[in-house]
């Protein structure tokens, strides 16, 4: 060992220590095993200094005939104790935030109370030479008393012993406990904090997690599940409706296939019936989006069944109206037309039906018609690489080939009946003279045309290739050196 530390031992474990501290401070947190292994080493070095002098930890302070000395040494064996203590707490929390991450870190916090505890009592046996059994004898009644005071705050840390151990839930898991949902972004030894869709924190006692129901969201990973109550008129048939949900579900692309989506008859009172939607979402994000595009469908698709929901106003619809003439007062684009417009328009629209897997319109081909869906589900499919895939779902509503009616363009993408569909079918020449005439029908059309130009060439163009770096490593790489 080097003179100047063994001529001046005190001060070397003195500066030791303060070294340890500003190591600690000064080292980023990502460098966390540099930060543990410059621990580990100045631990050692201040126990070899310490035994070497004869300030052995185990043993009362030396220099019994020098008062300043022997305080001094007492402390700075005392100070090998609680030193120890936290580097074993440090190295037992990073071995388990290896194994068991964020969520352990109370059994952590647990652990190196326990440590300092022993520490401090083993500081009291060998430095100070107390008696242990009276110090325990009084410190098990002092913990009694203390126990008492604290039942509520002890409940909620043996409780989160019991959450973490069984863990139904993790950090970042969407819960619900006892009605209170939200995101878990905190597990301490107290509470479990939440934060909920409304943006704001919820702390939930770890005593009420424990007893209460917990309904996890997250569990399995890839399936969310979503809702929809409707109530409708209570004269409608149910197995009208039922198919009509049915195809809402068919036409909502966010829902899962598996697990199937299923609509359910709940109540029904003299006041209208009650049917629910209930499917699954990949992604907890969508779940609002998915609700309000369900709930979307399942409106337009019972409109087109003839049936109102009790938030709408029933009968809207004069019962005289024929099909084609209904279809255009809901019609996004041609609701604008006049009533007599509506009328003259509603005699040259002719039905069509399609059975489920049938081409409407394929791709390429130049339509010289309009269709506008009056019910069931259309699926657009779209060609990338060779492969056909699914880009889009069509519902009551909406029209199909528009391009060749505005600039004799051939179809993007394959229009096929994904259900037992109903169009009505407007043939270009007497569709033509009434576009030219009524501008803002043709400019909702154009508009419409462009908008779905766009997304088939979003949706069919080739990634951008980002180009790779290279350099010597990656050379070296290459050449398996």
């Not at 006892?178 to 939440?194: F, K, N, S, Y």
Request: hydrophobic residues 50%.
């Amino acid at each position: 060992m080097p003179s100047f530390i063994a001529d001046h031992p005190m001060l070397c474990a003195v500066a030791l220590i303060l070294i340890d501290i500003a190591v600690w401070r000064l080292i980023s947190a990502d460098l966390a095993n540099w930060k543990l292994a410059a621990r580990l080493v100045i631990f050692a070095v201040f126990s070899a200094v310490l035994f070497n002098d004869g300030m052995n930890p185990m043993q009362a302070a030396p220099y019994a005939d020098d008062t300043t000395l022997h305080l001094a040494a007492t402390a700075l064996q005392i100070g090998w104790w609680l030193f120890g203590a936290r580097t074993l707490t440090v190295l037992l929390g990073a071995v388990m935030m290896q194994r068991v991450g964020h969520t352990g870190r109370l059994l952590q916090d647990l652990m190196g109370a326990v440590i300092f505890l022993i520490a401090i009592i083993a500081a009291m046996a060998y430095v100070l030479d107390l008696p242990v059994k009276g110090v325990l004898a009084t410190s098990g009644a002092v913990a009694i008393i203390v126990g008492l005071a604290l039942q509520s705050t002890l409940s909620d840390v043996f409780s989160g012993i019991v959450l973490n151990t069984t863990k139904p839930y993790q950090i970042d898991d969407w819960i619900s406990i006892d009605g209170t949902e939200g995101r878990v972004t905190d597990i301490d030894w107290r509470a479990t904090r939440l934060q909920t869709s409304q943006g704001s924190l919820a702390v939930i006692p770890n005593s009420l997690a424990a007893k209460a129901k917990i309904i996890n969201f997250s569990r399995p990973a890839d399936m969310f599940g979503l809702a929809v109550s409707l109530q409708v008129s209570p004269h409608a048939r149910p197995q009208t409706v039922i198919d009509a949900l049915e195809r809402a579900m068919q036409g909502c692309r966010p829902l899962l296939a598996q697990p199937a989506p299923s609509v359910a008859f709940k109540a029904s009172t003299s006041g209208g019936a009650e049917y629910e939607i209930s499917g699954f979402v990949p992604a907890m994000g969508l779940k609002r989006e998915t609700r309000n595009l369900l709930y979307d469908l399942a409106y337009r698709h019972l409109q087109a069944a003839g049936v109102g929901l009790l938030s709408a106003t029933e009968g809207s619809t004069p019962p005289a109206l024929s099909g084609a003439r209904a279809l255009l007062e809901r019609s996004p684009i041609f609701s604008t037309l006049r009533q007599e417009e509506k009328d003259t328009f509603s005699h040259n629209m002719t039905l069509h039906t399609y059975r489920a897997g049938e081409m409407i319109l394929a791709a390429g081909e130049v339509s010289d018609h309009l269709f506008i869906v009056e019910s069931g589900v259309v699926s657009v499919l779209l060609i990338k690489d060779g492969h056909t895939f699914e880009a889009g779902r069509m519902g009551p509503g909406e029209v199909i080939g528009e391009a060749g009616i505005l600039s004799d363009q051939a179809a993007l993408a394959d229009f096929s009946a994904k259900t037992f569909c109903t169009l009505y079918r407007i043939e270009k020449e007497y569709l033509k003279p009434c576009l030219d005439a009524r501008h803002d029908i043709g400019e909702a059309m154009k508009a419409l045309l462009d908008f779905r130009m766009h997304a088939a060439q979003t949706l069919t163009q080739d990634a951008p290739v980002v180009p790779v770096k290279k350099g010597f490593l990656q050379w070296l790489r290459n050449r398996g050196l």
